[in-house]
T-cell receptor, first 112, second 114 residues
Framework: KQEVTQIPAALSVPEGENLVLNCSFT??????LQWFRQDPGKGLTSLLL?????REQTSGRLNASLDKSSGRSTLYIAASQPGDSATYLC???????????FGTGTRLQVFP | EAQVTQNPRYLITVTGKKLTVTCSQN?????MSWYRQDPGLGLRQIYY???????DKGDVPEGYKVSRKEKRNFPLILESPSPNQTSLYFC?????????????FGPGTRLTVL
């Protein structure tokens, strides 16, 4: 059974720092991995989708990498801003299923 | 504006009183699903629908029903709610099944069952 873990559970950094969020999954047989952002009291916003054949995806200050063989993905945020404060979730789509399996998230706080 | 909408956003009810949470998307998406989010457990899928009249169970379907009579709507029905169904519920949709497509989420419905 696929399990997705995110470490750390919470992170607090000063504005301007570059930071890395980690996501690991137990079964490497996945179709894709997706990173989401969740703001308090709101829904999830898709940030990046990486297909299993890809190594990384970039969008603005965000860069997500995928190492399927080791069961790991990282979300790199460059030059963090207070507006980046949110919970970040990763989710994988495993073979033979139409379901996304989510991690429990990393709560990020960027202070001025 | 392309979006997924849910109603109501907040609901407090009592045990056993039937309720329906509506979900609607305006993007002509084929695939829709419902999740619940609980502290320490993350998001877990309740039901999903590949297309009109096609629905299937997710990981935690007990106590819930769904229907997909129209492409744009995917209501979640709790026939006899219980306190363990107190949770934050999200509806999501994508153009096709999640294989190659991003999922778009609604704003969430916070349900409290007393």
């Amino acid at each position: 059974k696929q399990e997705v873990t995110q470490i750390p559970a919470a992170l607090s950094v000063p504005e301007g720092e570059n930071l890395v969020l980690n996501c690991s999954f137990t079964d490497s047989a996945i179709y894709n991995l997706q990173w989401f952002r969740q703001d308090p009291g709101k829904g999830l916003t898709s940030l990046l989708l990486i297909q299993s054949s890809q190594r990384e995806q970039t969008s603005g200050r965000l860069n997500a990498s995928l190492d399927k063989s080791s069961g790991r993905s990282t979300l790199y945020i460059a030059a963090s801003q207070p507006g980046d404060s949110a919970t970040y979730l990763c989710a994988v789509l495993s073979y033979n299923t139409d379901k996304l399996i989510f991690g429990t998230g990393t709560r990020l706080q960027v202070f001025p | 504006e392309a979006q997924v909408t849910q109603n109501p956003r907040y609901l407090i009810t009592v045990t056993g009183k039937k309720l329906t949470v509506t979900c609607s998307q305006n993007m002509n998406h084929e695939y829709m699903s419902w999740y619940r989010q609980d502290p320490g457990l993350g998001l877990r899928q309740i039901y999903y629908s590949m297309n009109v009249e096609v629905t299937d169970k997710g990981d935690v379907p007990e106590g819930y029903k769904v229907s997909r009579k129209e492409k744009r709507n995917f209501p979640l029905i709790l026939e006899s709610p219980s306190p363990n169904q107190t949770s934050l519920y999200f509806c999501a949709s994508s153009l096709r099944p999640p294989l190659y497509n991003e999922q778009f989420f609604g704003p969430g419905t916070r349900l409290t069952v007393l």
